[in-house]
């Protein structure tokens, strides 16, 4: 018999498989059943709902999403137009997976402010960290009067608003190269380089 945290594994795995492959709302609780080979009394002693076991599947990807962020701003070989390249990569990758596969665009608004705040949260530091380097390098120079968390903030907050304002769709890479390119025209409204 599987331990408590290896059955809650199973669980999740399965269930980011279901969500991944169906969406939220093609998915069922049968569906994760079967694909974890569990039983109903296993989901709901650590689920109390389909919904909530969803939003511990996105938690756990945006968390993924903001560690492979993390490795590119705490990257300390890389330039600005690097790190923007990667920045925007990861984001746009993400922004795909989050609207077309976990279908985002029908949480509630209170899920999806409270997940793009924590992936905020955890972006904040590494941010901070690479701006204080190209400040430091002369590579980049802030139009405001502002210390460098407080630029890595507004940075982060406007790029999310940006790229998560619209549904993403498979091979619309004009809209991409749109966004992109306005990315980048934010960036540098805040920062010289």
């Known amino acids: 018999m599987a331990k408590r945290g290896e059955t809650r594994e199973v669980i999740m795995k399965a269930a980011t498989k279901v969500f991944f492959e169906n969406g939220f709302e093609k998915s069922s609780v049968k569906m ?18 389909k919904e909530a076991l969803f939003e511990a599947v996105v938690e756990e990807f945006l968390k993924d999403y903001a560690v492979r962020i993390k490795m590119i701003l705490e990257d300390d070989t890389l330039s600005i137009n690097q790190i923007m390249e990667g920045f925007f990569d990861e984001f746009a ?9 976990l279908q985002a665009d029908k949480l509630h608004w209170t899920v999806k402010c409270a997940l793009h705040d924590m992936t905020i949260a955890a972006m904040t530091e590494p941010m ?39 549904k993403f769709d498979n091979g619309e890479t004009q809209k991409m190269e749109n966004l992109r390119n306005s990315l980048n025209d934010f960036w540098k409204l805040i920062i010289e380089f």
């Open 128 to 166: 901070t960290h690479a701006l204080n380097r190209l400040l430091e390098e002369g590579s980049i120079k802030s139009k405001l009067d502002i210390d460098a968390e407080t630029l890595a903030r507004i940075l982060l907050k406007g790029s999310e608003v940006l790229i998560h304002s619209q």
């Open 93 to 101: 990758r993400s922004a795909e997976t989050y609207f077309n596969v």
């Open 32 to 49: 994760i059943l079967s694909e974890a080979n569990i039983v109903t009394g296993s989901f709901y002693h650590f689920f109390p709902s």
